[in-house]
């Protein structure tokens, strides 16, 4: 997500694709419309993945006394979900003692579902349509789990057929089955048969963000990569979802509108939408490639690419394919620093995404507004961005990721104090300014680790090892979910937890991870094997400083 400077051969031959790109044009106007509208894929998965932060959230309920009639329960109810339990004056004669004989948000001894059980917030969820309460309190979480781990199924999944037919089909097929799914997904008979479609429609988002990512990518210049995953409309997506949420109370409307809307959307711009170029060439299909190459040379004011550049461009790189042996997951772990290496850094990632996704959806459960916080927790993703960028180049990787990490841990483990001191109510916005802190760090953290994935292992195995690193991640997303079931025991327990595991990532990475600032990377395992830590150990670039070959590096947190 750096600047990247152009190690194209912009003015001689073309001998990478990437150069071929950069002869039309780089990233100009229909490269930069290209790239917006596909990135409206990270809108749609926005969408799916933050939306059981409301149609999970649990209402408010209560069991009154068999003789009360609805009129008695309002009186003593107010009907929305942002007030707090009013007792208003009434004849005591009448109806005795009111609080007691009002069992609210409470289960039986059974635990277990009282009779007569009514919703008073002004809201409906999953969790009022199946009473998803008392025994069943756990149901909600276990379908967001169901959801992030159909994340990770798809980005494997799809990500190959996008490989075997294209970009643009396997898009637009992950899109549109995405809308379908979570659209049916509102008929659900019972919630074990949402919780599978839920898990479906996150396995479309899962590869869609891998698809999108990739397709991106590939209609921009070398210079311009680093901007694919730092522009996105993620943000843009939680907050007209949280708007919608805020204005529409009722889950089936919302999912409704987030399901088919956006579908509708894409699909308007399809004839828009070209596929992959560089897909198409190295498929053999070099005229359709020379097609769409041509409109964006002539659509940026730049001379076209010849064909037999572009076939040149293709047979290198299959050359180059051609001579690379085969590496596997077990070459990260060739030698005990590579070792160390990787499993600290999976370990980072399993952490990272555990507090990310975790403080994202354990939303209602901290105090003040719902639909505030979602929106500020999603818009502090903003400038911790931009900075890292900054710092990243300006004190380097391994400062700037402890430093933010060590920010968001001590930020998240405060709200214990807060607890020890009894003062929760008091200092209830407290509560959620230190929950942004540390999203914020652990966000800005994230960016920096993603640097060290790719930073740190050598060319021949750099797509494994950052793959290895996000499947990581992907399983904290997966284990996030399960950790606002520690609010039912204590409500700071979940950032107490959150805040540890972070401060001990924090410190683990400082002690264990080299500077890779203005160092090249490594290229082959044996230049890996004799270097160690300290004066001796590998010489790493700076990102967006060529490397032998032209390549750069591009990151994302998804």
Excluded at 38 to 63: E, K, L, Q
Excluded at 226 to 235: E, M, S, Y
Excluded at 345 to 373: A, D
Aim: net charge neutral; aromatic share 12%.
């Amino acid at each position: 997500m750096q600047q990247a400077s152009d190690s194209g051969n912009t003015y001689g031959e073309p001998t990478r694709f990437e150069h071929v790109i950069d002869r039309v044009g780089g990233f100009g106007r229909r490269q930069f419309a290209i790239f917006m509208l596909i990135n409206f894929g990270d809108f749609i998965t926005s969408t799916t993945i933050m939306g059981p932060v409301f149609f999970g959230a649990t209402p408010r309920w209560t069991c009154p006394a068999s003789n009360w009639t609805n009129e008695t329960t309002h009186v003593l109810l107010p009907d929305s979900s942002t007030q707090s339990l009013i007792m208003y004056s009434f004849n005591e004669t009448a109806f005795g003692d009111a609080k007691e004989m009002l069992q609210h948000d409470s289960c039986t001894d059974n635990n277990e579902v009282c009779s007569g059980l009514q919703y008073v917030s002004d809201f409906t969820s999953i969790v009022s349509e199946w009473d998803l309460i008392c025994g069943q309190k756990f149901v909600s979480s276990i379908i967001t789990t169901l959801q992030m781990a159909g994340l990770l199924v798809g980005a494997f999944v799809i990500s190959q057929l996008a490989d075997s037919f294209g970009r643009k089909p396997v898009w637009y097929a992950a899109v549109t089955l995405s809308g379908i799914i979570s659209f049916s997904s509102t008929f659900s008979p019972g919630w074990q048969v949402f919780g599978a479609m839920r898990f479906f429609t996150a396995m479309c988002s899962g590869g869609l963000i891998i698809v999108n990512f990739v397709w991106a990518l590939e209609f921009c210049g070398t210079k311009w990569r680093t901007l694919n995953g730092a522009i996105g409309l993620w943000v843009v997506g939680v907050l007209l979802l949280t708007l919608l949420a805020y204005t529409i109370r009722d889950w089936k409307i919302i999912m409704y509108i987030t399901s088919l809307t956006p579908s509708l959307i894409s699909w308007s711009f399809f004839r828009f939408l070209p596929e992959s170029p560089r897909w198409l060439a190295m498929k053999g299909r070099l005229e359709e490639a020379k097609c769409i190459l041509d409109a964006i040379a002539k659509n940026n004011k730049k001379e076209p690419v010849e064909m037999s550049q572009i076939q040149k461009a293709v047979e290198e790189e299959k050359q180059q394919a051609a001579e690379e042996r085969q590496y596997s997951f077990w070459d990260l772990f060739r030698t005990p620093q590579l070792s160390r290496y990787n499993v600290v850094l999976m370990f980072i990632w399993f952490v990272q995404s555990s507090t990310y996704y975790g403080l994202s959806l354990n939303v209602n459960n901290m105090p003040g507004n719902v639909y505030t916080n979602t929106a500020l927790l999603a818009v502090v993703d903003l400038p911790v961005a931009l900075s890292t960028l900054y710092l990243n180049n300006r004190v380097g990787r391994r400062i700037t990721y402890f430093g933010f990490m060590l920010v968001g841990g001590c930020a998240i483990f405060s709200v214990m104090f807060i607890a020890i001191s009894g003062q929760k109510e008091s200092l209830s916005t407290l509560v959620t300014v230190l929950a942004l802190v540390g999203k914020a760090g652990v966000a800005a953290s994230w960016i920096a680790s993603s640097l060290y994935a790719a930073e740190l292992a050598p060319t021949v195995i750099r797509n494994i090892a950052f793959g290895t690193v996000s499947i990581a991640g992907r399983i904290g997303g997966i284990v996030a979910p399960q950790f606002q079931l520690l609010n039912s025991i204590s409500m700071e327990l979940p950032y107490i937890v959150f805040g540890g595991l972070c401060l001990a990532m924090a410190f683990l990475g400082l002690l264990t991870l080299p500077e890779t600032r203005n160092r090249p990377l490594p290229d082959a395992l044996p230049e890996w094997s004799c270097c160690g830590r300290g004066e001796g150990h590998v010489e790493l670039a700076q990102i967006g400083e060529a490397t032998k070959d032209g390549d750069q590096l591009n990151l994302q947190i998804s």
